[in-house]
């Protein structure tokens, strides 16, 4: 179904509760039982938001490579919620399968939050044991991942399962009445937008005695490509999605931009970069900007900015939302918890056997920043048919992990060279 078909606000499918769900699993009891994939603290927030959504969720089941990081998630949920958290010795599945053994058990909805190179087997595993999902930003680290997404995604609209993403700006209230404008022309056709995403850096966890080079890497995932998919992938795209949405014009023709290392040691903290600078021409004279950078000692900035015929937008993100020109507007209402109305709207569609699939714009919104990044480490301009074609990974598939396997030495990009 184009998405077109869904309403703007929340993503429910118009005629959800005439579908015929016989065969489905929107048929819930009382109790909705929910296990949480990756128990780091974006996990351990999300299981949270899934208690705070619904009196009668259940966290039944956990998984993880790291027992220590499971059983502080446990601890910190039972100490909150003891009569609803109930994950008995049984259900603690640890190491790179336990995603595949937390799905196939009597779960009704998974919380996906493990690092996003494993996004795309988890989803997809998902999907095919019919569970509904709460799918954490990024989807995946490369373009394969993406189109393993997209596949999954289309499958889970013919099986109606619910389908949350991590894209929390689009279940912000501000955004959607925003947005609701700009779709209806009240700054007129728009012609440039900028987004910035400009804040300070990750915070090394330090190498213990009994780790190894793999479970280093693996506890600071973010600074590797192959599990992170760099900054632009792991972290501002956000912005970028909110771009898309605004603009709400399909995909660009081409992307360039450039990035690079500036500020992080450069034999330190992985292989990533910490500032990007990206240009998305979506033809016609319409161009979106993008810049992001992760910099101690610099200035904060998290906004979007957007030019149209009519008038110009500008938002601050958590602060401000207007509309300058013909139309002025200045959003005046409450401002919610975005984090936490994804998953209040993921267990009322389920309450009401209506359908929400994120899965068309989760994945063009993955796509674009891995079409960014890409372009900056390349140094190219790079077109929509050279992306979607593209088979470069940047890591084995999930099955393919183990403690013995080489770790990610990938070499930090420089554009034009060879090395």
């Not at 609803?84 to 779960?107: H, Q, T």
């Not at 569609?349 to 960014?372: H, P, Q, Y």
Request: glycine share 8%; with cysteine.
């Amino acid at each position: 179904m184009d998405r077109r078909n869904f309403i703007k606000n929340g993503g429910i499918l118009l005629g959800a509760t005439s579908l015929d769900f016989s065969k489905t699993n929107l048929d819930i009891k009382k109790k909705i039982k929910v296990g949480l994939i990756g128990c780091g603290g974006r996990g351990t927030g999300a299981a949270f938001q899934a208690l705070e959504a619904d009196p009668d969720v259940e966290i039944v089941a956990l998984a993880d490579i790291f027992p220590a990081q499971l059983e502080a998630a446990l601890a910190s949920l039972q100490e909150a919620h003891k009569d609803r958290v109930n994950v008995p010795e049984k259900r603690k599945y640890i190491g790179f399968d336990a995603y595949k053994k937390l799905i196939a058990s009597n779960v009704d909805v998974v919380l996906l939050t493990s690092p996003p190179s494993f996004r795309p087997d988890h989803l997809a595993e998902a999907v095919k044991e019919g569970k509904h999902i709460f799918c954490e930003k990024p989807m995946a680290v490369d373009v394969p991942g993406v189109h393993k997404v997209r596949d999954a995604v289309k499958v889970a609209k013919e099986k109606k399962l619910n389908l949350v993403s991590g894209y929390c700006f689009r279940y912000s209230e501000p955004n959607r009445e925003l947005a609701k404008l700009v779709h209806a022309g009240n700054i007129g056709d728009i012609y440039s937008i900028s987004t910035f995403r400009l804040g300070g850096e990750l915070t090394e966890k330090p190498r213990q005695p009994d780790w190894n080079d793999l479970t280093y890497q693996l506890y600071n995932w973010f600074f590797y490509q192959r599990y992170s998919g760099d900054i632009i992938v792991e972290q501002t795209v956000h912005s970028i999605d909110f771009m898309n949405w605004m603009l709400n014009r399909g995909m660009p023709k081409t992307v360039s931009g450039t990035g690079g290392r500036q500020s992080k040691p450069w034999d330190k903290y992985g292989n990533v970069y910490d500032h990007f600078a990206i240009e998305f021409d979506y033809g016609d004279g319409v161009k979106g900007f993008h810049f992001g950078r992760q910099q101690n000692g610099t200035q904060p900035r998290n906004s979007v900015e957007a030019v149209g015929t009519k008038g110009n937008m500008n938002v601050g993100i958590l602060s401000s939302y207007e509309i300058k020109g013909q139309n002025p507007w200045k959003y005046s209402g409450k401002m919610n918890n975005m984090y936490q109305t994804q998953h209040d709207e993921l267990f009322r569609a389920i309450r009401n056997k209506e359908v929400i699939n994120d899965g068309d714009f989760m994945a063009d919104s993955t796509l674009l920043a891995v079409w960014a990044r890409e372009a900056a480490y390349t140094g190219k301009i790079i077109s929509l048919d050279e992306i979607e074609n593209s088979t470069k990974t940047y890591g084995p598939s999930s099955e393919e992990y183990s403690w013995e396997m080489e770790i990610d030495n990938a070499r930090i990009p420089r554009p034009g060279l060879a090395t």
